[in-house]
């Protein structure tokens, strides 16, 4: 059965460096009922856009003067909503992952049906019109609440998120396993923020600023986020690369105290995306196992990706109440620094060193560094007590590594590596000369 027929004023811009194939695309489509612009290479295709409007771009992916991801760039700048299909031969995760980044609106993987080409272009109208009209719709602020309605598999966030399963609950919000189905049903985490803070102006500000800080630092072993969505007629959201491995936390309890070649390899890559995160002034205040996944990515195990940057806080913002009077604890008390514990001290980068020297005395001993019967017990231990030496409790550890673990946990900020580099490179004579070349 052929496609339902558009009006003729649907425009669509065909760019494809193949003029035998794109003069095929371009014949079908105007059986279709479109009006069909064609362009010869991505820059012919901006002079086009200049000149005229269009409703949808199709555009091959690999193109000698400019690739389809990049026109999608390009056009990205001047026109935020026309959708962008994009064909492929050769379909591999990175191009995916900047189509996504960009707003591409399906992927087509060649050869392809032709009536596939058409059901994808007749989606990308019909998105484009009910877009045109929820803008001119009275927007129903206040009649319902985000985050109604239960989401189990099945369930189809933002138009094109479908859920998978539930990966796992956190304190601001539940991640869900998804697909992106209209990008060849790409794998995808979506974080949606609890229902029970939807309704908080500041918790979202929080939300959307963890996808702002994480995108604005983009180091590879901090967890990608492609998307936020914040709607009034469904959940907030974040989507974010899927990953698939043990937290450090399942890692610490479930497996053998660490090596100290691997607690070496696994410091040093959280401290290389910290280091990256303070480079643009942003302190993650809530470094520990839980917030630490260890992927394995073409052969090698326990690659870091650091996760949750909710309470990230900028060095240089000014102090904002409305931020840290939300009633959530801001920062874990089993790995904050001692002058945190006493409210002595702004956020600093040796303070997210310090939870380092935590992670790795739990990493090599099996046991937080301080303990204590309840919260304020414990406040109290970190900033009045040592903890009990490393070596007492793992004699096998160098004397010279215990030294590295305890200089990052000093009382005294000032004591403490004052770089991230600086301790990554205390951690050296521990890289296997493997894991030193594959270490970020």
Same mark, same amino acid.
């Given at each position: ?5 558009? @009006? @003729?004023?649907?425009?669509v811009?065909?760019?494809? #460096? ?16 479109h ?28 193109? *000698?003067?400019?690739?389809?991801v ?15 299909l994009?064909?492929?031969?050769? *379909?591999?995760?990175?191009s ?6 960009y707003?591409?609106?399906e ?13 994808s272009v ?12 929820s803008?001119?719709a ?7 609440p985000?985050?109604v ?7 189809v966030?933002g138009?094109?998120y ?21 990008? /060849? ?16 102006? #500041? $918790?979202?500000?929080?939300f959307?600023r963890?996808?702002?800080? !994480?995108? /604005?630092? #983009?180091?590879?072993?901090? !967890?990608?986020?492609?998307?936020f969505?914040a ?5 907030t959201?974040l ?20 090596s100290?070649?691997?607690v ?8 290389s995306?910290?280091?990256a ?9 809530d470094?520990? @196992? ?14 870091v990706k650091?996760?949750d ?5 900028l060095? #240089? ?12 604890v801001?920062?874990? @008390?089993?790995?904050?620094? *001692? ?6 001290? /702004? ?10 020297g ?5 990493? $090599? ?33 160098? *004397?010279?590594?215990?030294s ?8 005294d ?7 991230t ?5 205390a951690?050296?004579?521990w ?10």
């Amino acid at each position: 059965m052929e496609a339902e027929k558009q @009006p @003729p004023s649907t425009r669509v811009l065909l760019v494809d #460096d193949e003029r035998a194939l794109r003069q095929a695309l371009a014949r079908h489509l105007r059986r279709d009922g479109h009006e069909v612009v064609e362009a010869r290479s991505g820059e012919e295709a901006l002079a086009l856009l200049a000149e005229q409007a269009v409703d949808v771009i199709v555009s091959d992916i690999t193109m *000698p003067d400019m690739g389809g991801v990049v026109l999608l760039r390009r056009v990205r700048e001047h026109n935020a909503d026309v959708p962008f299909l994009l064909m492929t031969g050769m *379909p591999e995760i990175a191009s995916a992952v900047e189509a996504v980044k960009y707003g591409a609106f399906e992927y087509l993987t060649k050869p392809f049906d032709l009536r596939a080409l058409s059901a994808s272009v007749a989606r990308a109208i019909e998105r484009r019109q009910s877009l045109a009209l929820s803008r001119v719709a009275p927007s129903g602020r206040g009649s319902s609440p985000r985050g109604v309605g239960a989401i189990t598999t099945g369930t189809v966030l933002g138009g094109r998120y479908r859920v998978v399963g539930e990966v796992g609950t956190g304190g601001m919000g539940t991640v869900y396993e998804a697909e992106r189905e209209d990008l /060849a049903h790409m794998p995808v985490a979506v974080k949606v923020l609890h229902s029970r803070f939807a309704d908080s102006p #500041d $918790l979202l500000v929080r939300f959307r600023r963890e996808a702002e800080v !994480v995108r /604005a630092i #983009d180091h590879p072993n901090i !967890v990608k986020i492609f998307d936020f969505v914040a709607e009034d007629d469904g959940p907030t959201f974040l989507v974010m690369e899927l990953l698939r491995g043990p937290t450090l936390a399942a890692a610490i309890e479930n497996e053998p105290p660490f090596s100290e070649q691997r607690v070496a390899f696994v410091a040093s890559q959280v401290l290389s995306a910290l280091g990256a995160a303070h480079a643009i002034s942003v302190i993650h205040r809530d470094l520990k @196992p839980e917030n630490v996944m260890l992927t394995t990515i073409s052969g090698l195990s326990d690659v870091v990706k650091l996760l949750d940057f909710g309470v990230a806080k900028l060095i #240089d913002e000014q102090n904002n109440q409305k931020l840290t009077q939300t009633g959530l604890v801001v920062g874990t @008390p089993a790995y904050m620094a *001692p002058e945190y514990a006493r409210g002595e001290s /702004a956020a600093t980068s040796v303070g997210d060193i310090y939870a380092v020297g935590c992670v790795m005395y739990e990493a $090599l001993t099996g046991k937080t560094p301080f303990e204590g019967s309840n919260y304020h017990a414990l406040l109290l231990a970190i900033q009045q007590t040592e903890p009990e030496p490393l070596t007492n409790l793992r004699p096998d550890v160098s *004397p010279a590594l215990a030294s590295v673990v305890a200089r990052a946990m000093a009382k005294d900020p000032n004591a403490r590596f004052p770089t991230t580099t600086a301790m990554q490179g205390a951690l050296a004579p521990w890289l296997t000369h493997d894991s030193n070349e594959l270490s970020p």
